[in-house]
């Protein structure tokens, strides 16, 4: 079936520091793609969305790139700050309803 | 605030109690869900409904119910509540298929004793 891979965590970084979180995804077609976040206490946002091979999503000053040829959408940012600190959730849509999450990795982010 | 909204935030059951986990949503969206949280293995989709008056079976109905009681609402019902159902429930809506996210409420934490 549809499913999606992420990089396991924890994820600890410095203040402005670079982040890189992969993601790639199985389909059968072609899905679209998104980035939720879920900080502590609160529910998932969404934080960007790709729907085609080689568009970008951006936000926040977070960006992912629909790869098909390496069927990845991996999710970075170059600085960031301890607000970043969350768990991001990669996930992946057909053309049915429902959308498949990956694992969801933590990102610590320290002053 | 638009959004979707879940009560309640927090309970603890007793192994066999019942509960009614209550979703309201006001943006108009035909399509509602019902996800379950646990460490380390992301969300899993427990109950969707694409449209009002159908409901249909995710990755792990067991143990669940749900009612779909009008467009806005979405009902998830816990019958004997088992320790394995502690989790953290959310609640999404989402306008149609394809290109759309998810609108996810704030969670219920549930506790089974």
């Known amino acids: 079936g549809d499913s999606v891979t992420q990089m396991e965590g924890p994820v600890t970084l410095s203040e402005e520091a670079f982040l890189t979180i992969n993601c790639t995804y199985t389909a059968t077609g072609y899905p679209s793609l998104f980035w939720y976040v879920q900080y502590p206490g609160e529910g998932l946002q969404l934080l960007l969305k790709a729907t085609k091979a080689d568009d970008k999503g951006s936000n926040k000053g977070f960006e992912a790139t629909y790869r098909k040829e390496t069927t990845s959408f991996h999710l970075e940012k170059g600085s960031v700050q301890v607000s970043d600190s969350a768990v991001y959730f990669c996930a992946l849509r057909m053309n049915d309803y429902k959308l498949s999450f990956g694992a969801g990795t933590t990102v610590t982010v320290r002053a | 605030n638009a959004g979707v909204t879940q009560t309640p935030k927090f309970q603890v059951l007793k192994t066999g109690q019942s509960m009614t986990l209550q979703c309201a949503q006001d943006?108009?969206?035909?399509?509602m869900y019902w996800y379950r949280q646990d460490p380390g293995m992301g969300l899993r989709l427990i109950y969707y409904s694409a449209s009002e008056g159908t409901t249909d079976k995710g990755e792990v109905p067991n143990g669940y119910n749900v009612s779909r009681l009008n467009k806005r609402e979405f009902s998830l019902r816990l019958e004997s509540a088992a320790p394995s159902q502690t989790s953290v429930y959310f609640c999404?809506?989402?306008?149609?298929?394809?290109?759309?996210?998810?609108?996810f409420g704030s969670g219920t934490r549930l506790t089974v004793v």
């Open positions: 999404a809506s989402s306008a149609q298929t394809g290109n759309y996210g998810y609108t």
């Open positions: 943006m108009n969206h035909n399509s």
